[in-house]
């Protein structure tokens, strides 16, 4: 059975125009694995599913960032060390640990990039890969979500921004492509608008390596009971396909379980 907690604010910090990370208190929470979400309540609205954006169960605290887009994001985005909020989780399926020896890049765009950093805080130190690289993508340099935390964990940042402001001009698929000319083989994490996870989809149609999309849906019940949240899956061993729950059975897919039209 799910469980939602009360859980206090210690930490508000601004991180990008609109964008809030949210620093919470709960050791229940924090025995989440990367790429799962939490479902946060927002006064007479439905709650919002929020990935993970770091993970510390030492200290039994996680992060959630929020963009503020309508009132009830809005809300949330107001919240102050010392707030309470009633959260529902940890939900849904995470990323599967990476592979040692192999190379491991993480693909993100926008509010997508959160669960990325807590996959990278989590197994950077416990599963030994020969090379790491984080490829960013987001309208312009000012919403390039933290960048910096990650180039402060010491590993490769590329990034692309639609207006040339920072990194390459555009989105992040030159930055993947040629990652994977160099790369035959290898791992991929990417989470993202779902324009940038169907191209990634496309663009690794033939790429040997194993690729994990953390899709971003909306849903209502965050716990599978109201199927506002199915996306087409391959039915295994057929040449069909069924509908999968992104509450439950995601938000992480591995490539050759998803049907992307």
């Keep these: ?18 964008h809030v990370e949210l620093i919470v208190e ?11 979400f939490a479902h946060v309540l927002t006064p007479g609205m439905l709650r919002r599913p929020i990935s993970f954006s ?9 992060g959630l960032i929020v963009q503020s887009v309508g009132i009830g994001t809005e809300w949330l985005c107001n919240r102050q060390a010392g707030d309470r909020l009633n959260v529902l989780g940890p939900l849904g399926r ?5 592979e040692a020896g192999q190379p491991w890049a993480l693909v993100g765009g926008g509010v997508g990039i959160p669960p990325l950093y807590a996959a990278l805080q989590a197994w950077q130190n416990t599963v030994h890969v020969p090379q790491v690289v984080v490829i960013l993508g987001a309208r312009a340099a000012a919403y390039l979500i933290m960048a910096d935390d990650f180039g402060r964990l010491g590993v490769e940042v590329r990034t692309a921004t639609d207006d040339g402001s920072a990194g390459q001009h555009g989105t992040v698929l030159s930055a993947v492509t040629e990652w994977m000319g160099v790369h035959r083989e290898g791992q ?47 039915s295994p061993g057929t040449h069909g396909s069924q509908y999968q729950r992104v509450c439950t059975e995601g938000p992480v897919f591995d490539r050759e379980e998803l049907v992307f039209s």
């Design 188 to 234: 991929m994490m990417a989470c993202g608008p779902t324009a940038m996870l169907q191209a990634v989809y496309q663009v690794t149609a033939n790429w040997s390596g194993r690729t994990q999309l953390a899709l971003e849906q909306r849903m209502g019940c965050g716990i599978g009971a109201c199927l506002a949240c199915v996306v087409a899956t391959r």
């Design 54 to 62: 770091r993970i510390d169960r030492a200290h039994g605290q996680v």
């Design 1 to 18: 059975m799910k469980r939602d907690y009360d859980v206090v604010v210690v930490q508000r910090r601004v991180i990008a125009p609109q």
């Design 94 to 98: 995470g990323f599967s640990p990476p």
């Design 26 to 36: 709960s050791p229940d929470l924090a025995s989440a694995q990367p790429g799962q």
